[in-house]
Each structure stands twice: as C-alpha cells, then as structure tokens.
C-alpha cells in the first residue's frame, strides 16, 4: 500500500492517523505540491483533479479525497459503525467536515501561514467568521456527547480533528469553545495518536 501525500496538509494527515490507528503499513511517497508534482501527467493519471493524498491501496488502483479514503480504511473496523443510522451520522460529520470545516479554517490556514493574505484582508475574515459558526456548531454537539457519534471514537473524529485542532493557525480562538478543546483533548489520548503536522516547507510561501 502506498500514500502519496504532503506533509503538511491536514488532509494527508487524516489518513496518516488512521494508517496508524489500525496498524497497517505503507509506503509513504512524498509529493511537493508546491513543486508541481501533483500536475504531472504521471500524478493526474493518479487523480486527474491533481491533490493529495491519494491512496493507492494495491498496484494500478487509486484512490484520492481523504475522507473517501477514510471510510475505505475504516471499513470493517471500530472506526466505522455497523448500524446504518450511526453510519449515517458518520458521513453527516464528514460531510460537515468538508462542507463547514475546511474550506474555512483549513483556508484561512492556507492562506495566513503562506502569505497569501493578509490578516486583515476582509476575504480572510469571512473565513474565519465561518469557521467560527462551525465551531459553534460542534460546541453545540458536543456539550451533551463525548464523541461525534453514539458516544464512541470513529472515522468522524479523526475527519474533524484534522483541521479543528488547527484553528488557532487560521486565526481561530478555540478559547470560547470548552467543549471541543475537551473533545480534542481526547482524540488526542486516543491509541496511536499522531504527533503534530509538520509545518510548510519553505517554497509555500509567498515571496
């Protein structure tokens, strides 16, 4: 099995936790996306919408969009309930995630930490704002559960976990929401954990 993957984005980094948290080796192939090596014809043959990661689980076969590999991972495990209801909830939080959660925070991330906008620029503030409501909306959730789904660790908090845990790099202040720095707190403690995500390389930024 082979990962071809950056680094430092989040996305990649979902799946890496994984990997880990079910004890399945792979080869990790490294794609300097800020080089172009995700835009060749060799990678768009990969993922002809040229993003990492992209999870090749056996020769010849690919599979890109990291919560798209997450359920492929998960399937058959702890991380993913048998019930169909709980399924369910596991691709609401996922779709949430993609919906609500990183095209603001995991933007506004891109953005403050390459330079590609200013922190006072109004574009990077509506993605903040947004990120804010969906923070908001977690904290909602989870003041009454422990996790996302039935109460139990899944494929969901590893999903969100990514990109929330890095708010603060998106100029997103955690500090008013205590129920998902708790929620944090433990997916942190889960099994497996991976360490923090490594930071850009020095070609990411803007000069």
Same mark, same amino acid.
């Given at each position: 099995?082979?990962?071809?993957?950056?680094?430092?984005?989040?996305?990649?980094?979902?799946?890496?936790?994984?990997?880990?948290?079910?004890?399945?080796?792979?080869?990790?192939?490294?794609?300097?996306?800020?080089?172009?090596?995700?835009?060749?014809?060799?990678?768009?043959?990969?993922?002809?919408?040229?993003?990492?990661?992209?999870?090749?689980?056996?020769?010849?076969?690919?599979?890109?969009?990291?919560?798209?590999?997450?359920?492929?991972?998960?399937?058959?495990?702890?991380?993913?309930? /048998?019930?169909?209801?709980?399924?369910?909830?596991?691709?609401?939080?996922?779709?949430?995630?993609?919906?609500?959660?990183?095209?603001?925070?995991?933007?506004?991330?891109?953005?403050?930490?390459?330079?590609?906008?200013?922190? /006072?620029?109004?574009?990077?503030?509506?993605?903040?704002?947004?990120?804010?409501?969906?923070?908001?909306?977690?904290?909602?959730?989870?003041?009454?559960?422990?996790?996302? @789904? /039935?109460?139990?660790?899944?494929?969901?908090?590893?999903?969100?976990?990514?990109? @929330?845990?890095?708010?603060?790099?998106?100029?997103?202040?955690?500090?008013?929401?205590?129920?998902?720095?708790?929620?944090?707190?433990?997916?942190?403690?889960?099994?497996?954990?991976?360490?923090?995500?490594?930071?850009?390389?020095?070609?990411?930024?803007?000069?």
């Amino acid at each position: 099995m082979r990962l071809y993957d950056y680094l430092p984005s989040a996305n990649g980094y979902k799946v890496r936790t994984l990997l880990k948290q079910l004890g399945l080796a792979y080869e990790l192939v490294p794609v300097d996306i800020f080089a172009g090596e995700s835009h060749t014809a060799d990678f768009h043959a990969k993922n002809p919408d040229g993003r990492i990661p992209v999870l090749e689980p056996e020769p010849g076969r690919f599979l890109a969009e990291s919560n798209a590999i997450l359920l492929f991972l998960a399937e058959g495990t702890r991380f993913l309930p /048998e019930d169909r209801f709980a399924r369910a909830q596991v691709h609401q939080w996922m779709f949430f995630e993609q919906n609500a959660v990183e095209p603001n925070i995991g933007t506004a991330r891109f953005w403050l930490l390459t330079g590609r906008q200013p922190p /006072e620029s109004d574009v990077l503030r509506n993605r903040v704002q947004n990120g804010e409501r969906a923070l908001a909306a977690m904290e909602r959730h989870l003041g009454r559960h422990t996790f996302l @789904v /039935e109460e139990r660790y899944t494929v969901a908090d590893v999903c969100l976990y990514a990109y @929330v845990h890095l708010a603060p790099e998106a100029g997103v202040d955690l500090a008013p929401y205590p129920s998902v720095r708790a929620w944090l707190e433990r997916v942190k403690a889960q099994p497996g954990f991976l360490g923090p995500v490594p930071p850009y390389s020095a070609n990411a930024r803007v000069r």
